[in-house]
T-cell receptor
Framework: GAVVSQHPSWVICKSGTSVKIECRSLDFQATTMFWYRQFPKQSLMLMATSNEGSKATYEQGVEKDKFLINHASLTLSTLTVTSAHPEDSSFYIC?????????????FGSGTRLTVV | QKEVEQNSGPLSVPEGAIASLNCTYSDRVSQSFFWYRQYSGKSPELIMSIYSNGDKEDGRFTAQLNKASQYVSLLIRDSQPSDSATYLCAVNPAGGTSYGKLTFGQGTILTVHP
């Protein structure tokens, strides 16, 4: 099946530094990638939608200058958390759109646990 | 009103029983519906997708969709302790030939006890 490889699976960084998270589609082309954030005991919250070759679309309340998304190729999308602070500590998950027997389906990366200290 | 709402949990069932998970959605034009299972600390994994009214069965799982009532459910037969997880209902407002942003319910925690 279609696989989205997400790295790193966990990262600890110091406050004020930046962290890059990568999502690669391994056996299909991901034209669109969604980026989610999940806090403990909460559901997934959509942060932004990225489309290959164009600027990402951010959800209301998400700072585009803080969460930089790049989708330069059909197999790679990245999320960079800039000047991270402890409140950015969360579980970040990417999701790619793919055709599923005539309908569209969504496959998720394995997630990145970010801890900012 | 929440766009996608799931029955409040946590839900606890004995091993071998049927677990019933429910979800309602507010956007009447929604066309695609998904059930995901999420273990603690892991990302969601797809259990079932359903696009048409009626039932869809896959092994021990049955998804039921009623667009008139804006209701989708997931039944898990012969529940196993390994089914213990958070189940997320997700709705795509777009039709089958296009896609949109998934909207997730808040999740229902299921515990299957031996």
């Amino acid at each position: 099946g279609a696989v989205v490889s997400q790295h790193p699976s966990w990262v600890i960084c110091k406050s004020g530094t930046s962290v890059k998270i990568e999502c690669r589609s391994l056996d299909f082309q991901a034209t669109t990638m969604f980026w989610y954030r999940q806090f403990p005991k909460q559901s997934l919250m959509l942060m932004a939608t990225s489309n290959e070759g164009s600027k990402a679309t951010y959800e209301q309340g998400v700072e585009k200058d803080k969460f930089l998304i790049n989708h330069a190729s059909l197999t790679l999308s990245t999320l960079t958390v800039t000047s991270a602070h402890p409140e950015d500590s969360s579980f970040y998950i990417c999701s790619a759109v793919l055709r599923d027997r005539g309908n569209y389906g969504y496959t998720f990366g394995s997630g990145t646990r970010l801890t900012v200290v | 009103q929440k766009e996608v709402e799931q029955n409040s949990g946590p839900l606890s069932v004995p091993e071998g029983a049927i677990a019933s998970l429910n979800c309602t959605y507010s956007d009447r034009v929604s066309q695609s519906f998904f059930w995901y299972r999420q273990y603690s600390g892991k990302s969601p994994e797809l259990i079932m997708s359903i696009y048409s009214n009626g039932d869809k069965e896959d092994g021990r799982f049955t998804a039921q969709l009623n667009k008139a009532s804006q209701y989708v459910s997931l039944l898990i037969r012969d529940s196993q302790p390994s089914d213990s997880a958070t189940y997320l209902c997700a709705v795509n407002p777009a039709g089958g030939t296009s896609y949109g942003k998934l909207t997730f319910g808040q999740g229902t925690i299921l515990t299957v006890h031996p």
